[in-house]
């Protein structure tokens, strides 16, 4: 069927614009990795973790810090995340409005929902 080929055409290149370019959206599209996952490994993951539970000395930093699980997701929705993300908290969570693109903040948003959902 051609116009699937199109179709899918139209999306590798539109989420291949989403990430700017240089992390090319084809990547995404052949291994299936979740679109919020580059932004996170390079802007999130120092201090929050691989799998949203930040690493000893993050949290001997930042006592604050919090866990990406299940119990903080019951009280956080996504646009509350893509909010934080947007403003910023207290002195250490850091405004991302110069890294990350509003699409880029919901996928962020949407990726480390996936880390409060226990593999059981
Ligand atoms: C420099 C370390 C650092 C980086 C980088 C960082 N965070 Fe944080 N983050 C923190 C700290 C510290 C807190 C706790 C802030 C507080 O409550 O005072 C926090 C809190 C949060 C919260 C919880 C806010 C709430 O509702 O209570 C979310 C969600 C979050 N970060 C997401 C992210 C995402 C997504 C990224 C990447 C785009 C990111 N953070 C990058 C340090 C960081």
Redesign the pocket.
Same mark, same amino acid.
Do not use: E, G
């Given at each position: 069927m051609r116009t699937h080929a199109v179709i899918a055409a139209i999306a590798v290149v539109g989420i291949g614009c989403a990430y700017g370019g240089h992390f090319a959206g084809a990547a995404w599209a052949a291994n299936q990795d979740p679109p919020g996952k580059i932004?996170?490994e390079e802007? =999130?993951r $120092? =201090?929050?973790g691989v799998r949203g539970v930040p690493p000893k000395t %993050?949290k001997v930093k930042?006592p $604050?810090? #919090?866990t990406?699980d299940e119990e903080f997701f019951a009280k956080?929705s996504k646009d509350? /995340?893509v909010t /934080?993300?947007t403003k910023g $908290?207290?002195e250490? %969570? $850091?405004s991302?409005k110069s890294k990350?693109t509003h699409e880029q903040m919901e996928a #962020?948003?949407a990726y480390?929902r996936l880390f409060g959902q226990k593999e059981k």
């Open positions: 932004p996170y802007n =999130c $120092k =201090c929050h %993050m930042f $604050k810090i #919090v990406f956080r509350s /995340v /934080v993300l $908290k207290n250490d %969570m $850091k991302f990350l #962020v948003a480390i």
